[in-house]
């Protein structure tokens, strides 16, 4: 039975493709509902701060926030518990990771599908998984890679590719869009590579 309660400072909120909805915050923190009337607090381990986005997959959900917080759930949103942050190093096919913290703060997360390379051949499997993305300040883009614990339990750092925030991020067919400060606009087609995107204003009719 969700408890009576008015939830403040949420930043987000997502209806994950089990069939809940979750909302995140600053003093909230995490808060689910399968009906929208309504509430639960989600139980969590570990000390996060403000958070500021949440995405679902077909069977996690992940949030996002402060100081380079990512707390994942495999409960439909009633449990969550921390991830952990990779540098990663690639000689031929075979990657190293190295385990980094990062203190950039987090806005957003977007999940899409991707064709992860086998560790030994480098050559893709046929079959996708999905690949969650995401974003924040200084540049910052970390994107997850399958782990012991879930798809989302581990997330590497992307190479920088700007120095301005991003403070949101989509994804459609096989395409992650980035968006942030001054006018910034990225592509990426797996959340690892980025290329800026250049776009003109129209021109005032006469």
């Known amino acids: 039975v969700g408890s009576e309660m008015c939830i403040r400072d949420s930043n987000d909120i997502d209806y994950i493709p089990e069939g809940v909805f979750v909302a995140v915050?600053?003093?909230?923190?995490?808060?689910?509902?399968?009906?929208?009337?309504?509430?639960?607090?989600?139980?969590?381990t570990g000390t996060y701060g403000q958070l500021n986005g949440v995405v679902g997959l077909n069977s996690?959900?992940?949030?996002?926030?402060?100081?380079?917080?990512?707390?994942i759930s495999t409960t439909r949103g009633s449990t969550f518990g921390p991830t952990t942050i990779?540098?990663?190093?690639?000689?031929g096919f075979i990657p190293s990771y190295t385990p980094e913290n990062i203190s950039q703060n987090l806005y957003a997360a977007a999940v899409g599908s991707y064709l992860f390379?086998?560790?030994?051949?480098?050559?893709?499997?046929?079959?996708?998984?999905?690949?969650?993305?995401?974003?924040?300040?200084?540049?910052?883009?970390?994107?997850?890679?399958?782990?012991?614990?879930?798809?989302?339990?581990?997330?590497v750092v992307a190479n920088k590719y700007a120095t301005q925030p991003f403070y949101g991020i989509g994804y459609n067919e096989g395409t992650f869009?980035?968006?942030g400060n001054a006018g910034a606009l990225y592509r990426s087609t797996d959340g690892e590579v980025w290329s800026c995107l250049l776009y003109t204003s129209p021109s005032p009719r006469d």
């Open 25 to 44: 915050g600053s003093t909230s923190g995490i808060n689910t509902s399968t009906t929208g009337i309504g509430w639960s607090t989600a139980s969590v």
């Open 117 to 155: 390379p086998n560790a030994l051949t480098g050559i893709a499997t046929d079959v996708p998984y999905e690949r969650t993305v995401v974003v924040g300040a200084a540049g910052t883009i970390l994107y997850s890679e399958p782990g012991t614990a879930g798809l989302s339990s581990s997330f």
């Open 177 to 179: 869009i980035a968006v």
């Open 60 to 71: 996690e959900v992940v949030a996002v926030g402060a100081a380079g917080t990512i707390a």
């Open 86 to 91: 990779y540098r990663r190093k690639q000689v």
